[in-house]
T-cell receptor, first 113, second 114 residues
Framework: KQEVTQIPAALSVPEGENLVLNCSFT??????LQWFRQDPGKGLTSLLL?????REQTSGRLNASLDKSSGRSTLYIAASQPGDSATYLC????????????FGAGTQVVVTP | NAGVTQTPKFQVLKTGQSMTLQCAQD?????MYWYRQDPGMGLRLIYY???????DKGEVPNGYNVSRLNKREFSLRLESAAPSQTSVYFC?????????????FGEGSRLTVL
């Protein structure tokens, strides 16, 4: 069974610092990996999607890498801002069940002014 | 730009009562999903519908039923609510479960079972 782990569970950084969020998974037979953002009391917003054949994806200040062999993905957020405060979740889908995502528990990020 | 709409947003039930959570999407997506989110456990898939007319169990289906009413709507029913079903429920949609598209989520339905 696929296990998805996000460490740390919570993180606090001063504004301007780069954020590094980690996601690890136990089964390398993944179809894709997605990073989501969740604001308190809200739904999830997709940030980046990395196909299993890709090594990274970038969108603005966000960059996500994928290393299937080591079972790891990292989300980098450059020059953090207070508006980046949220919970970040990663999710993987297997090659044999594309749409069914396995989620990590998330990392709660606070960016202090 | 509604996207995925869930109703109700909040609900309190007594043990044994029944209710239905409604979900509708206006993006012409084929696949729809119901997840539950509990503290410290991430989201877990309850049921999904890969396309209109089909439904399948996810990781935690016990105590729930679903109906894919049409392409737009996917409902989740609790026949006899239990305190263990206190959770936040999210509906999501995707263009197709067979492609690489991202999931779009509703804002959640917060259910408390007393």
């Amino acid at each position: 069974k696929q296990e998805v782990t996000q460490i740390p569970a919570a993180l606090s950084v001063p504004e301007g610092e780069n954020l590094v969020l980690n996601c690890s998974f136990t089964d390398s037979a993944i179809y894709n990996l997605q990073w989501f953002r969740q604001d308190p009391g809200k739904g999830l917003t997709s940030l980046l999607l990395i196909q299993s054949s890709q090594r990274e994806q970038t969108s603005g200040r966000l960059n996500a890498s994928l290393d299937k062999s080591s079972g790891r993905s990292t989300l980098y957020i450059a020059a953090s801002q207070p508006g980046d405060s949220a919970t970040y979740l990663c999710a993987v889908s297997r090659t044999d069940s594309w749409g069914k995502l396995q989620f990590g528990a998330g990392t709660q990020v606070v960016v202090t002014p | 730009n509604a996207g995925v709409t869930q109703t109700p947003k909040f609900q309190v039930l007594k043990t044994g009562q029944s209710m239905t959570l409604q979900c509708a999407q206006d993006m012409n997506h084929n696949s729809m999903y119901w997840y539950r989110q509990d503290p410290g456990m991430g989201l877990r898939l309850i049921y999904y519908s890969a396309s209109e007319g089909t439904t399948d169990k996810g990781e935690v289906p016990n105590g729930y039923n679903v109906s894919r009413l049409n392409k737009r709507e996917f409902s989740l029913r609790l026949e006899s609510a239990a305190p263990s079903q206190t959770s936040v429920y999210f509906c999501a949609s995707q263009l197709s479960s067979a492609n690489t598209g991202e999931l779009f989520f509703g804002e959640g339905s917060r259910l408390t079972v007393l």
